[in-house]
Every structure is written in structure tokens, then in C-alpha cells.
DNA sequence: GATTTTTACTCAGCAATTGAGTATTCACTT
DNA sequence: AAGTGAATACTCAATTGCTGAGTAAAAATC
């Protein structure tokens, strides 16, 4: 973010660059700059135009960097949140030319390595049926690990600055 | 289901048997409920009792026989819907004791296969970030491809029956 | 006989999402 | 030069879903 936007901008920004993984539509963008301006978050000054309608410009506010910070600085609890939130997280990182990528992954494995004991150990095991279901988490966490190992190799050839 | 139940009853039966797969609020299964009777696939009658609060009774329709018949023998169209709905499926499948089971698992593979060809082929993978995305996808669909194998087996241990 | 758990359900209210609508400008065509 | 379609830029009403809080009695346990 840094600079200033429209709505419109952040739509594209969103939409274009996490395209098949987020679908996000254009109230929606809206919606969520409202909810962060209420929030404070972002706070929005209206650009007025001689005879053109009036646009919106959101910036980030102090508040609103310091959660953003946050965020993309922490992994995600839950495995579920890897296929949307975690890339959302890797494409910021991205676009915006920010460090910190690797720090994130490696939190994200230790998260992940935990949830997997957890699913692991605790079975008791009750019926086939739970093992089944539990053999479900196991293994996709598995994958999302080999693939966390990717995502480190990624970081290092696309060279990781500032 | 077959037999009527009592909104309670199916609450238990869902949070119960889906515990850790899926979390189904008391609210949220009278809703559903409340859903299914508006749009005809469940009736309900109340029970009236000397001296006690009335309570309400559940019965599936033909039309919603007909619908969960439909629903329980096609596989997920989203990858993103094995987790939840698809284990619902199989949960339903053992705890009915239905038969259908590998005829499910087979579709499943099937349409799997097929999103992970599409996922594949027309990549014209433009960046590398992109080819990251999509190992995300290929790395989770293959690890879902091989659990599947996991159900076939179960299945046929587990002595499917009519 | 007192407390906790289980059975059984309702409802108001909030948040999120969606679709539909509005209006202007720019690029491109014919 | 007029017309068309896509891109820019946004608003709003409505529905839907979801959640928490509340109610109340019976059964089990202490």
C-alpha cells in the first residue's frame, strides 16, 4: 500500500493479483475500506473535480500500518486460512518488495509441524472412521509442508530485499 | 435419517459425528432446519405433551429423499469442499450404513484428476510467483488424490453394505 | 434436596455478501 | 463523427447467514 488510492485501485490491486485465489468483488472491496475507515484504519479525503463526479482517496493510517505490520508478519493459525490468507500474505510481501518473507515461512512451518502433532498424538484412536479423518488433516498438512519448503526457495532465487 | 427426529437430535447427530470437521452451531442447525421445511424437503409436526413444552418432530420428504439421494451420490465440484462436505458425505454413508460408497470415492478421483489437469496444463505460467500458486493447488490435490485411495480401502475393509 | 447436564428450542441483531444500479471517460470501430 | 464497449469509480438496499443470549423443563448426579 504506502501510496494513496482509490477504491477502484485496491479492487484491482486484490482482484488481478490473487486471481483464482480470492475472489473479491467490487462492493466487497468497498465494503471492507468502509469497515477500515470505521476502524480507523484508513482514513479517505474526497477529491473533488470540476465537473466530474467526486472520488474517494483512502491512505493507511498510523493504526492501520501497525496492524498491517502485524499481520504480515505472523503466520496463520489454521490450516484452512494457508489457501487464501498465507498467499495473500506472500503476495503483499511480493508486490510491495517487503522483507520478512522467510521469517514468515519458517513461522509457518513451526505452526503447521504443531498442528500436525497434535492431530497425531492425541487419537486414542477411536474408530477407523476417525483415523480416516484424521489421516485427511495429516496429509494435507504434509503436502502444505513440502510446499512451505517451495515457498523458501522461491524467496531466495527472486531475490529478497529492503 | 429415515426415522423423524427431533431438531435436537440432528444436531447431535451432525456435531457429534462431524466434531473437529465441521462445527454446527444449536442456532445454526434449527435455521438449516427451518431452511429445509420452507423449501419443502423436511416436515414437522408438534408434539404436544401433558404439562410439558411442546416439541417439534422432523420428517424427511420424497422431495428431500430425493434431493439427499442426489446430493450423497455425486462427488464436490471444489477441491476447497473435501474437507467439509465431502467427509460429510462419507459420514452419512457409514453412519446410514448406505451403500454407494466407492461409486463416490471413483467420481471423486475422477473429477480431481480432472481439476488437476486444468490446473496443469494451461498455466502459459507467466511468473514464478504464479508457478507457486499453482504448486499449492497440485500439491494439495495430489495428496487429496492419494487419501482417496485411503477411502477405497476403508471402504472395502469396513464390509460396505446394501 | 440441590446442582449440573441434557434435552429442546426461539429470537433479535449484526455482519458479510451480493446484485443491481449510476455515471463518466477512454479506446476503438465503422 | 457517431456509436459501442470496456474501464473507471462508486453507492445502496436487501437478503442471508450466523451468533449469542435467552428460556425452560427433565434427568442425572452429588
Known sequence: ?????????????????????????????????????????????IEMQTNRPARRVFSITKKGTSLFEDWISKPVSNIRDLRVEFIAKLYFLKDLNLSGGERLVEGQKVVCQKILESTHLPTAERSEFNRLLSDFRTCQIRSILSWLEDCLKFLETSGNNA
Do not use: A, I, Q
Not at 466487497?28 to 470505521?38: A, I
Open 1 to 45: 500500500m504506502k501510496r494513496p488510492m482509490h477504491g477502484y485501485d485496491v479492487h484491482k490491486f486484490l482482484s488481478s493479483g490473487l486471481k483464482g485465489v480470492w475472489y473479491v468483488g467490487m462492493s466487497n472491496t468497498y465494503g471492507m475500506l468502509k469497515k477500515l475507515e470505521s476502524d480507523g484504519h484508513v482514513s479517505s479525503v
